[in-house]
T-cell receptor, first 116, second 111 residues
Framework: GAVVSQHPSWVICKSGTSVKIECRSL??????MFWYRQFPKQSLMLMAT?????????EQGVEKDKFLINHASLTLSTLTVTSAHPEDSSFYIC????????????FGPGTRLTVL | KNEVEQSPQNLTAQEGEFITINCSYS?????LHWLQQHPGGGIVSLFM?????KKHGRLIATINIQEKHSSLHITASHPRDSAVYIC????WGGGADGLTFGKGTHLIIQP
């Protein structure tokens, strides 16, 4: 089946620093990727829709200047958490969409971010 | 906004038991996903349904569009089935849509 990778799988950073998370579709091209966030004991929440070659669409309540998304190619989307704070500590998961043969989302393994 | 409810929230069963996890949603959808999340966090897509029933190995998923309800069944459950099972729905927006997730059902299968 289709594979989506994320890097890094975990990261610990100091408050105020920026962290970049990569999401790659390894064996298919994805014009659309999604970024989700999951706090402990909570369900996943959609943060933003990343479209190749255009600006990302952010869900209500998600700060676009804090969570920078770049979808520069059909196989790579990046999420940069700028000026991270402890409340940004969470599990970040991406998914990539393929329409061949049908509309299907494949999930990455996730990135656990801890901000000290 | 679609409200996705799962039940039960937690389920502990003995190896070999037949397991049922339920999912209901409030607004009509184009598709429903059943996902499995292991303790490390990684998510595996089990099924995507828009109608009827699908079977894969010991897993069966059904959906009733009129009743806005889906069930995931596990036959002959095994300890390796222990995980969080998440129901997620996709709306009718044009193009690709992000999913709306339930809170998950934490399943523990004891040997």
């Amino acid at each position: 089946g289709a594979v989506v990778s994320q890097h890094p799988s975990w990261v610990i950073c100091k408050s105020g620093t920026s962290v970049k998370i990569e999401c790659r579709s390894l064996d298919f091209q994805a014009t659309t990727m999604f970024w989700y966030r999951q706090f402990p004991k909570q369900s996943l929440m959609l943060m933003a829709t990343s479209n190749e070659g255009s600006k990302a669409t952010y869900e209500q309540g998600v700060e676009k200047d804090k969570f920078l998304i770049n979808h520069a190619s059909l196989t790579l989307s990046t999420l940069t958490v700028t000026s991270a704070h402890p409340e940004d500590s969470s599990f970040y998961i991406c998914s990539a969409v393929t329409f061949e043969p049908t509309d299907t989302q494949y999930f990455g393994p996730g990135t656990r971010l801890t901000v000290l | 906004k679609n409200e996705v409810e799962q039940s039960p929230q937690n389920l502990t069963a003995q190896e070999g038991e037949f397991i049922t996890i339920n999912c209901s949603y409030s607004v009509g959808i184009s598709a429903l996903h059943w996902l499995q999340q292991h303790p490390g966090g990684g998510i595996v897509s089990l099924f995507m349904l828009s109608s009827g029933k699908k079977k894969h190995g010991r897993l069966i998923a059904t959906i009733n569009i009129q009743e806005k309800h889906s069930s995931l069944h596990i036959t002959a459950s095994h300890p390796r089935d222990s995980a969080v099972y998440i129901c997620a729905v996709k709306g009718w927006g044009g193009g690709a849509d992000g999913l709306t997730f339930g809170k998950g059902t934490h399943l523990i299968i004891q040997p």
